[in-house]
C-alpha cells in the first residue's frame, strides 16, 4: 500500500506541486514569522546584556527608560561620589555616565536622521565593561572621542547621514543653543547586538557635560564593576552605604530585567500581530488542502472503488489518501521551512523601512522553528485531508464497474442546519460583545466575528448560490454562450466552489474589517482635532520628543501671533504607577475651552485639574492632593482645583509650566499652540511661522488639516503593513483558485474536449474557464467584504469611546471587488492555457 500511495504521488507530479503550494505557503510564513520573532529576541537581548554594567547607581524611583519620559533629570552624581563608590572593596571602578534625552542627528543636507521608530541616544564614551567584563561599545572605524567637539556615530547613522571621517556632523540639541555641530571621528555599534535601528551619537565626557549639564563637571548615573568574587548583590548594597539620598543603586541584572520589560511589551504586541497573520494564512492554506483533497479523491472515486474491489479494506484505503498527504505535508513543510528563512528577510526589510533594525546574522532558524513549522504544516494537511480520506473509505467497490459518472453529492440541508445555528451563536456573541459583556467587549465581538467567518466559510456553497446565479446571468447577457456555461461550471459543484471562494473570503473579510476601523478612526481623529483643537497652529516635533524653549522664542516674535501657549509633557509617579502629566503655560485657557464638571481649570503654584475618570480611578476630587514623584524622588504635592471631562489637548493630570523645574527636571516643549490676532493673514503668518522653525527640522508647524494628516499617515503606515501581510492571505488564495481550476480540467477533459469538437475556438474556451474562475472569486469578495463589514461596524462600536465616529470605506471596498475581478482574470491564466492547448481527439477519448 505504501508503494503504491508513492507511485500515486509521482504519477501526478502536476497535482502534487499545485497540491503543495498552499502547504508551502502557510509553513514559509509561520517560519518566517518565528525566525525574525527570535531575531528580535536575539537582537535586543544582545544589546541589553551587552550593554548593561554588574551594578548602576541613578535617580531615585525611576526604573530604567522611565526618566526618559521626562528628560534630563537635575540631580547629578559629583566626582567626589564616584571617588567613594571607587574607594569601596567591592568595586573595581566606577565610571561616570552622562546621558541627554532628545538629541537628534541631521543629515549632511539637513534633514532628520532617525527618530521616527528607534530612538535617539545620546551619552558620553567611557571603556567600562559590561556583566559579562566585554565592551560595552564596539568601534568599526576611526577613533572614540577625545575633546567636547568630537563625536562618533553608529555605522548606520553615519551611511544614512552621509557622512565620512573628518566631517562636520550637525545636531539639534534639547535645551540650550538648539544648534550644535561635532568631528565625526569615528563609528561605532553595540558589542554583540547592534543598534536594531537607534541613532547612537557617543561623545566625550566633557563633551556630553557641555551638552547636557551646563558644562559642569558632574554625571546623571554612575556604571558600576564588581570586584573578583564580589556578588551584583554585595556591590549593590555596598554602594547604597556612600550615595546621596536622590540615588539608588541597583544591580545590573535589575536594569536589564526592567530594560527587557519595557521593551518586551513592545516586542510582545510586535510578535503577536505577526503571529496573527500567520494564523490567518496557515488557516486559508487549510482551506485549500481541504478541497483540494476532497477534488482528488472525487476525480479517483473509480480508482479507489477498483482498490475496494481487489480487496482493500476501508481503513487501508483512508490511511493511503492520509499518507499521501503525510509525504505532500513533509515535502510541502521543508520547502516552506527554507523559503520562510527568505521570508524573515523581507518582514527584517519592512520593519527596517520604519525605523527597527534586525540584522540578518540574528535572522536564523532554530530547532524550535523547524520542530513547531513541521508540526503546523503536518497537523493542518492530516487535520483537513481527514474527511476526504475517509470518504475515500466508503467509495463501494461496485462504482469501479461503473461506466457512469459518480452519483451525485449528498444534500445539503444538514450543513445548513448545523451552519444556520452556529451564524446564531456568532450573532449572540457579537451582540453580547457591543451591549457590554465581561471583560473587553471587542475580544466577544472578535470570537463571534472568528465563528461567522469560519461558519460561512463552510455554508458558503448555501448562502452564495444566489451570487453565483447572478454571475450566470450577468455572463450570459455580456458574453453569451462562454459566459453562460462558465456560470453553470461554478453552480455544477457547489461545494468545489464554496470551498474554493472561501480561503480568499476570509483573507478579504480581514481586509474589510481593518478598513471600517482605520476608515472609523481616521474620521475620528478629524472630528476631534476639529472639535478640541481649537487654536489657529500647532506645533509639534515630528519625533515625538520634546524640544528646545528657543523653538518658542522665535514663533513668539512672528508679526500675527496673538497668542502662543506652551506645554510640557512629563513622566510622573502617582500611586507608584508612570503617567504621563502634562504642565500647561498660563496663557493655554485663552486658547482651549475645556468641559468642566468642577472647579477652575485655572490653576496657579501647587494646584492642578485632573480628568474625572482618572480622579474616580484614584478616589480624589475638589480639595484633595495628588502628589507627583519625578526621577530623583522630587515630588510635587498638588491640590486639585479641578476636574474636567477627558481630553486629547491635556493630560489627565494637569499643573502650571513653572513647577516643571520645581520638579528638578529640564524645560522643554512638547507642543506650541497659537492663535492669530484679529484681522491676520493666515497664509503670511503661516509662512513666517514655518520660516521662524525652518532651522529646527525636527519641528513642524501645522494647521489643523496638516495636524489631522500627520495623525492620519501614521494610521495609514500601520493600515499598509496590514494589508501587505493580508495580501499573502490572498495569494494563497489565488493559488487555491488556481489549483481548482487546473484540477477542474483535469476533471473535464472529456467534456473540453467535445466543446473543442463541436465548434468552440480556443479563446471562447479561455474565456470560458476564465468567468469561471471570476465567478469563484466575486463569491469570496461578496461574503467576505460583506461579513468583513458587519464585524468592522461592531467592532467600532464596542470602540466608540476612541473611536468617536463611524465611517464605512465605500470606496476601498469597491477598489477590493476589482481586485477579486483581476485575481480571477489572473489564477485562470495557466488553467485556461492548458484546456485551449488540448488535442481534442485525445481529449475526447479521456474516460
Known amino acids: 500500500m505504501f508503494r503504491l500511495t508513492l507511485r500515486n504521488l509521482l504519477a501526478r507530479k502536476l497535482r502534487l506541486v499545485m497540491s503543495g503550494l498552499s502547504i508551502v505557503l502557510g509553513v514559509a510564513f509561520l517560519s518566517g514569522v518565528l525566525v525574525f520573532s527570535n531575531g528580535l529576541s536575539t537582537t535586543f537581548d544582545g544589546i541589553i546584556y551587552g550593554s548593561t554594567p554588574d551594578g548602576v547607581v541613578r535617580a531615585k524611583d525611576f526604573a530604567e527608560f522611565d526618566a526618559g519620559y521626562s528628560g534630563t533629570p537635575k540631580n547629578v552624581v559629583t566626582p567626589e561620589t564616584i571617588a567613594e563608590l571607587e574607594e569601596l572593596p567591592e568595586v573595581d571602578r566606577a565610571d561616570g555616565d552622562v546621558a541627554g534625552f532628545g538629541m537628534s542627528l541631521l543629515a549632511s543636507d ?3 536622521v532617525g527618530g521616527t521608530g528607534a530612538p535617539t541616544l545620546a551619552f558620553n564614551y567611557h571603556d567600562g565593561p559590561n556583566m559579562d567584563g566585554g565592551d560595552i561599545l564596539e568601534l568599526d572605524s576611526g577613533r572614540w572621542p577625545e575633546s567636547d567637539q568630537e563625536i562618533v556615530l553608529d555605522t548606520g547613522a553615519a551611511e544614512n547621514g552621509e557622512y565620512e571621517l573628518g566631517d562636520e556632523v550637525q545636531l539639534l540639541a534639547p535645551y540650550g543653543e538648539i544648534e550644535q555641530t561635532a568631528t565625526l571621528v569615528g563609528t561605532a555599534e553595540f558589542n554583540g547586538g547592534g543598534t536594531a535601528g537607534a541613532t547612537l551619537l ?21 556604571s558600576l564593576t564588581a570586584a573578583e568574587g564580589v556578588s551584583q548583590e554585595e556591590l549593590r548594597d555596598a554602594a547604597a552605604e556612600v550615595i546621596p539620598e536622590d540615588l539608588e543603586a541597583v544591580t545590573g541584572d535589575k536594569v536589564a530585567d526592567e530594560s527587557e520589560a519595557a521593551i518586551g511589551e513592545f516586542l510582545g504586541i510586535i510578535k503577536i500581530f505577526l503571529i496573527v497573520f500567520a494564523a490567518i494564512a496557515v ?40 499518507l499521501e498527504a503525510l509525504v505532500l505535508s513533509f515535502l510541502a513543510s521543508t520547502i516552506g521551512i527554507g523559503l520562510g528563512l527568505l521570508l524573515s528577510r523581507g518582514l527584517a526589510s519592512i520593519f527596517r523601512a520604519i525605523g527597527l533594525d534586525i540584522s540578518s546574522a540574528a535572522l536564523d532558524l532554530t530547532v524550535g522553528t523547524v520542530v513547531i513549522s513541521y508540526v503546523v504544516g503536518v497537523a493542518v494537511t492530516m487535520v483537513a485531508a481527514y474527511l476526504p480520506s475517509r470518504r475515500a473509505g466508503r467509495v463501494a467497490p461496485v462504482a469501479a464497474m461503473r461506466a457512469e459518472a459518480p452519483q451525485a453529492p449528498a444534500p445539503l440541508g444538514r450543513r445548513a442546519a448545523i451552519g444556520g445555528a452556529l451564524l446564531l451563536v456568532g450573532a449572540a456573541l457579537v451582540a453580547w460583545g457591543v451591549a457590554g459583556a465581561p471583560g473587553p467587549d471587542a475580544i466577544w465581538v472578535g470570537i463571534g466575528g472568528v465563528v461567522w467567518i469560519i461558519t460561512v466559510a463552510v455554508i458558503s456553497p448555501i448562502i452564495g448560490k444566489p ?31 464554496g470551498a474554493t471562494a472561501s480561503a480568499l473570503m476570509i483573507g478579504l473579510a480581514l481586509v474589510s474589517t481593518i478598513g471600517v476601523l482605520a476608515a472609523s478612526m481616521n474620521k475620528s481623529i478629524d472630528d476631534l482635532v476639529d472639535e478640541e483643537f481649537t487654536a489657529d497652529y500647532l506645533v509639534q516635533s515630528v519625533n515625538f520628543v520634546p524640544f528646545s524653549t528657543s523653538v518658542g522664542d522665535d514663533l513668539a516674535d512672528v508679526n500675527g501671533v496673538s497668542v502662543l501657549s506652551r506645554q510640557q509633557y512629563v513622566g510622573a509617579k502617582i500611586d507608584g504607577e508612570t503617567e504621563f502629566v502634562a504642565a500647561n503655560d498660563e496663557r493655554f485657557n485663552d486658547i482651549y475651552d475645556l468641559d468642566v464638571v468642577e472647579g477652575t481649570t485655572d490653576v496657579q503654584g501647587a494646584e492642578a485639574f485632573v480628568a474625572d475618570e482618572y480622579a474616580d480611578e484614584l478616589g480624589v476630587g475638589i480639595g484633595d492632593p495628588i502628589e507627583l514623584t519625578f526621577p530623583g524622588g522630587k515630588k510635587l504635592e498638588l491640590e486639585i482645583v479641578g476636574i474636567v471631562k477627558p481630553s486629547e489637548v491635556t493630560a489627565w493630570v494637569s499643573f502650571p509650566l513653572d513647577q516643571v523645574e ?33 532651522d529646527v527640522p525636527i519641528v513642524a508647524v501645522y494647521d489643523k488639516e496638516e495636524f489631522s494628516d500627520s495623525i492620519r499617515d501614521q494610521v495609514n503606515q500601520l493600515l499598509y503593513m496590514i494589508y501587505g501581510l493580508l495580501a ?17 480540467v483535469i476533471e473535464r477533459t472529456r467534456e473540453v474536449g467535445l466543446l473543442r469538437a463541436i465548434g468552440m475556438s480556443r479563446s471562447r474556451l479561455r474565456r470560458m474557464i476564465t468567468l469561471e474562475s471570476v465567478a469563484i472569486a466575486l463569491l469570496g469578495a461578496v461574503l467576505g467584504l460583506g461579513l468583513g ?38 489564477a485562470a491564466v495557466v488553467p485556461s492555457i492548458r484546456a485551449s492547448r488540448m488535442n481534442v481527439l485525445e481529449a475526447i477519448a479521456e474516460e
Open 202 to 222: 557617543i561623545f566625550s565626557t566633557e563633551g556630553a557635560q557641555r551638552l547636557f549639564l551646563d558644562g559642569k563637571d558632574v554625571f546623571n548615573r554612575v
Open 728 to 744: 499573502l492571505a490572498i495569494i494563497i488564495a489565488v493559488f487555491g483558485i488556481v489549483n481548482t481550476l487546473g484540477l477542474s
Open 789 to 826: 463589514l458587519v464585524v468592522g461596524v461592531s467592532l467600532r462600536e464596542t470602540l466608540k469611546e476612541d473611536l468617536s465616529s463611524l465611517a464605512l470605506p465605500f470606496t476601498q471596498l469597491v477598489v477590493f471587488l476589482a481586485i477579486a475581478v483581476v485575481v480571477g482574470v489572473l
Open 662 to 694: 520645581q520638579a528638578g527636571l529640564a524645560r522643554q516643549d512638547t507642543s506650541i499652540s497659537i492663535l492669530l490676532e484679529d484681522g491676520a493673514d493666515a497664509e503670511t503668518v503661516k509662512n513666517d511661522l514655518d520660516d521662524a522653525a525652518s
Open 283 to 322: 488557516l486559508v492554506g487549510g482551506f485549500i488542502i481541504l478541497n483540494t483533497f476532497s477534488i482528488l479523491v472525487a476525480q479517483r472515486s473509480r480508482e479507489l472503488a477498483l482498490m475496494r474491489a481487489l480487496g482493500a479494506a476501508r481503513d487501508q484505503v483512508t490511511r493511503s489518501v492520509l
Open 110 to 112: 539637513g534633514t532628520l
Open 467 to 497: 451570487v453565483l446565479v447572478g454571475c450566470r446571468a450577468l455572463f450570459s447577457r455580456v458574453f453569451g454562450a462562454p459566459g453562460r456555461l462558465a456560470g453553470e461550471n461554478a453552480l455544477r459543484d457547489a461545494r468545489r466552489t
